[in-house]
């Protein structure tokens, strides 16, 4: 079970672990909210996916092992627009905001229900221009087409982990939000402690962190893990 950040990592690599290991693997995607509302009803699922501080929280809840912990590696936002548009000078805060204030719609992620779209919910009113915003923010996780509707040109400017926009078809990608208001996310993965298969499960989590994957894994937007202990 994963947030959707690690979804292009996960379709490159996925059939390269079950050919060499022989075992199959089942994805389940989510917005973080709804991962741990489905946990605390009891679901069961043997790797979660999820950015450190969340896998912590739950490792301390008893719900997933601490040894089994691995970093997959930080992931940044990014803007995107419809392949072929116009591309808004995101340069500086201060470009950044402007674009913000001229483009006629913006979609990105539901602030309180991923940590990009909390986030981009703090830029906003950091930027003095929430209320400016308001009428012409969508809120849509990449997961659940959000980025689909920048493709298709429903909206001007898409706002995303660089991970779930990285080989969108129809989309450019713009560049990174400014270094002093972009947030980089350490997402990791951790075995559960009632999963039904252990061993299959460390493999896994050991084979998509290894230093051999690092390629793939920034190819798909991921920034290689500053955590000594990554692989």
Known sequence: MSGGAPKEV????APKFEQQTGNKVKFTYAVITELREKLGAGATVDVL?????VLDSLAKDGKVRADS???FGTVGI????????????????EKFRDAMLAARSVVHATPGKTPSGTHMGKV?????IADAMAKKVIF????????QLVATGQAEIGIYPAS???GVKGLTVVG???????LEIVYGAAATTDSTAPNATSAFVKFMAASENRPVRKESGFKPPTNLNAD
Do not use: C, W
Request: glycine content about 8%; charged content about 20%; overall charge negative.
């Open 49 to 53: 996916v999820l950015p450190t501080p």
């Open 140 to 147: 849509k996780p990449a997961l659940d087409g959000g980025a």
């Open 124 to 128: 906003m009113e950091q930027l003095g």
């Open 176 to 182: 990174p939000l400014p270094a002093d208001i972009n």
């Open 10 to 13: 996960f379709a490159l690599l």
């Open 78 to 93: 990014s803007v995107v627009v419809k392949e072929g548009a116009p591309r808004p000078d995101i340069s500086s805060k």
């Open 164 to 166: 779930e926009v990285a």
């Open 69 to 71: 912990r691995a970093i």
